[in-house]
């Protein structure tokens, strides 16, 4: 995963301030402006955090504290050693006189306490040993301004993936001098859309190698020392090897007891309450301060928890200041590189440059120090890919967007009419011991363009069936979440269902895009629970069954001359590990389990399949 490496940049200040400061000034420009302090904040139930200060040495105002909370350390260690600030976009910061705190998570590195994952919010605390992590940052927060000299008594708190969970926590804490809050990438719900699981299917790949690698270690006592990795896993080929090891339960003997949420993975196998309390947005009531939700189109991580924590805080806690910013990035790409490219695709304009300076930066720059205004940033600033230029939207989904049938016909057709009369299937066999690749190389580790990759290599395959639209005559806009409702029957009894929405660009592209068919969003759904996430249930063979499930959001223009393509396929590896395609606890599945089965996808009057597409009726306003 990206995660250890999301933590160690954060973003940003505008371009006039880095006009002023060449990188050769940067370093020593820091140093004499700026003293670290390494300090033990007490919690309410008496256990420790150790917290990084870096404080301003000018004392000609007031200076606002900028904090992240994170599980990946705020090393280096020392008070005689710094973080190379001037080497990130953190030195920008310091040379507006941000007061700069980073501190370790409880059960961390150099913090005391033990260490939970996604530990539950809760609600109604009582005795001092009720901690969460929304408490554990009102406390920190109530120590900071009370003791740090020359503070304005004004607190923001960011953070990407893992820090974006604990921001959303801190939006929670309720404490007065919380102003501006920025989950960027947010981690919120594991079992549904980010990380680990997807609908229910596990994110094999992801999930294995962030834990097991290293992060998922035990870490008894506070400590300096990164755990050690003695897990050898082949890495020539990601594919071939995943597949070797063999189905989830060799994975688990390869960790054996000592990684405690990977063992939690295989005990709540469905969507239980293990699972329900670590949702985040169980705690987007009643929110003070301002919010910035930021996410990426093709965060391959959490862009489900960017979506999803922006519109619960809007449901649930209406009346707090909530801003949404949607770029066209990988997993933190707003913070480091320009943000002009991924992959194969070009959007014609420095994106994350674009972000930091309009956006990021005023946010926090007007809600901690009370300078600029925001009257200019709308409630939603997206950027529609294909198109490739930013919206300013007031509301999220747009207003304009009506949700708009596409049906699949035969011989891979798409239409907006239904189909007539009844019609034979289109299947395919669906072989778990013969998966279909989620991208067309040979790759050490999951990569991040594959969420822009071209599908050509998948259309060949005979266990992946295509639908497609001849070439649009005019401009088709989609904005907000794709809805898969499919007809299908098979021949065991459980099923994965993967349906990629993907943008066919014509045959004289040019810059070499011709043909190429480029991913727009792609998602998957665990058939057993298509009816409930908490009580799953076999398919009857050969019986019809409706599996509907919601794509994340999208915000992408098809241009004319272009078509748009529906796939679906039944595996996913190994970025989603295998279904053995009857009904059980895969998690408990033996190699003898994996069967090979046929998928029907039903499109007829009778049993129609489709995708419900929010189409734009007329246009948005662009920046």
Same mark, same amino acid.
């Given at each position: 995963?990206?995660?250890?490496?999301?933590?160690?940049?954060?973003?940003?200040?505008?371009?006039?301030?880095?006009?002023?400061?060449?990188?050769?000034?940067?370093?020593?420009?820091?140093?004499?402006?700026?003293?670290?302090?390494?300090?033990?904040?007490?919690?309410?139930?008496?256990?420790?955090?150790?917290?990084?200060?870096?404080?301003?040495?000018?004392?000609?105002?007031?200076?606002?504290?900028?904090?992240?909370?994170?599980?990946?350390?705020?090393?280096?260690?020392?008070?005689?050693?710094?973080?190379?600030?001037?080497?990130?976009?953190?030195?920008?910061?310091?040379?507006?006189?941000?007061?700069?705190?980073?501190?370790?998570?409880?059960?961390?590195?150099?913090?005391?306490?033990?260490?939970?994952?996604?530990?539950?919010?809760?609600?109604?605390?009582?005795?001092?040993?009720?901690?969460?992590?929304?408490?554990?940052?009102?406390?920190?927060?109530?120590?900071?301004?009370?003791?740090?000299?020359?503070?304005?008594?004004?607190?923001?708190?960011?953070?990407?993936?893992?820090?974006?969970?604990?921001?959303?926590?801190?939006?929670?804490?309720?404490?007065?001098?919380?102003?501006?809050?920025?989950?960027?990438?947010?981690?919120?719900?594991?079992?549904?859309?980010?990380?680990?699981?997807?609908?229910?299917?596990?994110?094999?790949?992801?999930?294995?190698?962030?834990?097991?690698?290293?992060?998922?270690?035990?870490?008894?006592?506070?400590?300096?020392?990164?755990?050690?990795?003695?897990?050898?896993?082949?890495?020539?080929?990601?594919?071939?090897?995943?597949?070797?090891?063999?189905?989830?339960?060799?994975?688990?003997?390869?960790?054996?007891?000592?990684?405690?949420?990977?063992?939690?993975?295989?005990?709540? *196998?469905? /969507?239980?309450?293990?699972?329900? &309390?670590? $949702?985040?947005?169980?705690?987007?009531?009643? +929110?003070? %301060?301002?919010?910035?939700?930021?996410?990426?189109?093709?965060?391959?991580?959490?862009?489900?928890?960017?979506?999803?924590?922006?519109?619960?805080?809007?449901?649930?806690?209406?009346?707090?200041?909530?801003?949404?910013?949607?770029?066209?990035?990988?997993?933190?790409?707003?913070?480091?590189?320009?943000?002009?490219?991924?992959?194969?695709?070009?959007?014609?304009?420095?994106?994350?440059?674009?972000?930091?300076?309009?956006?990021?930066?005023?946010?926090?720059?007007?809600?901690?120090?009370?300078?600029?205004?925001?009257?200019?940033?709308?409630?939603?600033?997206?950027?529609?890919?294909?198109?490739?230029?930013?919206?300013?939207?007031?509301?999220?989904?747009?207003?304009?967007?009506?949700?708009? *049938?596409? /049906?699949?016909?035969?011989?891979? &057709?798409? $239409?907006?009419?239904?189909?007539?009369?009844? +019609?034979? %299937?289109?299947?395919?066999?669906?072989?778990?011991?013969?998966?279909?690749?989620?991208?067309?190389?040979?790759?050490?580790?999951?990569?991040?363009?594959?969420?822009?990759?071209?599908?050509?290599?998948?259309?060949?395959?005979?266990?992946?069936?295509?639908?497609?639209?001849?070439?649009?005559?005019?401009?088709?806009?989609?904005?907000?979440?794709?809805?898969?409702?499919?007809?299908?029957?098979?021949?065991?009894?459980?099923?994965?269902?993967?349906?990629?929405?993907?943008?066919?660009?014509?045959?004289?592209?040019?810059?070499?895009?011709?043909?190429?068919?480029?991913?727009?969003?792609?998602?998957?759904?665990?058939?057993?629970?298509?009816?409930?996430?908490?009580?799953?249930?076999p398919f009857k063979p050969n019986k019809p069954d409706r599996v509907k499930f919601e794509l994340p959001d999208i915000a992408h223009s098809f241009l004319p001359g272009h078509r748009l393509m529906i796939q679906i396929q039944s595996s996913w590896f190994p970025l989603?590990?295998?279904?053995?395609?009857?009904?059980?606890?895969?998690?408990?599945?033996?190699?003898?389990?994996?069967?090979?089965?046929?998928?029907?996808?039903?499109?007829?009057?009778?049993q129609d399949s489709k995708l419900l597409l929010p189409v734009v009726r007329g246009t948005l306003p662009n920046r």
């Open positions: 995963m990206n995660k250890l490496y999301a933590v160690l940049v954060l973003v940003i200040i505008s371009s006039s301030v880095m006009a002023q400061t060449p990188n050769s000034q940067d370093s020593a420009w820091i140093r004499d402006n700026y003293q670290k302090i390494e300090q033990y904040i007490t919690m309410r139930d008496s256990v420790r955090l150790f917290t990084s200060i870096y404080l301003p040495k000018d004392k000609t105002e007031k200076h606002p504290i900028l904090m992240t909370r994170t599980p990946y350390s705020c090393a280096p260690y020392g008070a005689d050693k710094w973080r190379a600030f001037w080497d990130t976009h953190w030195k920008y910061y310091m040379r507006e006189g941000y007061i700069i705190v980073l501190q370790d998570v409880r059960g961390r590195w150099m913090s005391e306490g033990v260490f939970e994952d996604v530990r539950p919010f809760r609600k109604n605390k009582q005795a001092t040993h009720e901690i969460d992590e929304a408490s554990d940052t009102y406390d920190a927060i109530d120590w900071l301004v009370k003791n740090l000299p020359d503070n304005n008594g004004r607190v923001g708190v960011f953070g990407i993936s893992y820090p974006g969970f604990y921001s959303t926590m801190a939006a929670a804490s309720g404490h007065p001098a919380l102003k501006a809050v920025s989950p960027q990438a947010p981690v919120t719900d594991w079992f549904m859309g980010d990380d680990f699981h997807h609908n229910g299917a596990l994110a094999l790949m992801d999930g294995f190698m962030f834990y097991a690698g290293g992060f998922g270690h035990p870490r008894p006592l506070p400590t300096t020392q990164a755990p050690v990795n003695k897990l050898t896993i082949p890495r020539n080929d990601n594919y071939a090897s995943f597949l070797e090891i063999g189905p989830l339960r060799n994975f688990m003997k390869m960790t054996g007891d000592s990684i405690k949420f990977w063992k939690d993975l295989y005990a709540h *196998p469905d /969507y239980d309450a293990f699972w329900k &309390e670590r $949702d985040a947005r169980t705690a987007m009531f009643s +929110i003070q %301060p301002a919010m910035l939700t930021v996410g990426g189109l093709y965060d391959a991580e959490d862009c489900f928890g960017a979506w999803n924590l922006y519109k619960s805080i809007e449901t649930q806690s209406p009346a707090t200041n909530s801003k949404l910013v949607m770029g066209p990035w990988y997993h933190g790409q707003w913070a480091r590189g320009d943000g002009s490219s991924l992959g194969n695709l070009q959007f014609g304009a420095k994106t994350s440059e674009w972000y930091q300076n309009t956006i990021e930066i005023p946010f926090f720059q007007y809600h901690l120090k009370g300078k600029g205004n925001l009257d200019n940033l709308p409630e939603a600033t997206v950027f529609f890919t294909g198109e490739n230029s930013w919206k300013q939207l007031d509301h999220w989904p747009p207003q304009q967007t009506n949700l708009t *049938p596409l /049906y699949l016909h035969p011989k891979g &057709e798409l $239409d907006w009419l239904p189909v007539f009369g009844k +019609i034979a %299937p289109t299947e395919y066999t669906s072989d778990p011991n013969k998966p279909v690749p989620y991208a067309a190389d040979i790759h050490f580790a999951r990569t991040r363009e594959y969420m822009t990759d071209d599908q050509r290599f998948a259309s060949r395959r005979p266990d992946v069936v295509s639908f497609v639209t001849p070439e649009l005559d005019s401009t088709l806009t989609l904005a907000g979440p794709v809805i898969a409702d499919l007809m299908v029957s098979m021949s065991g009894t459980d099923a994965d269902f993967v349906v990629k929405l993907i943008d066919v660009y014509p045959d004289d592209a040019a810059n070499g895009m011709g043909g190429y068919q480029q991913l727009v969003r792609g998602e998957i759904m665990r058939g057993k629970y298509r009816k409930s996430f908490e009580v799953p249930v989603m590990d295998r279904n053995p395609q009857q009904f059980m606890n895969i998690y408990e599945a033996k190699e003898e389990d994996f069967k090979a089965a046929t998928i029907r996808i039903h499109h007829d009057g009778q």
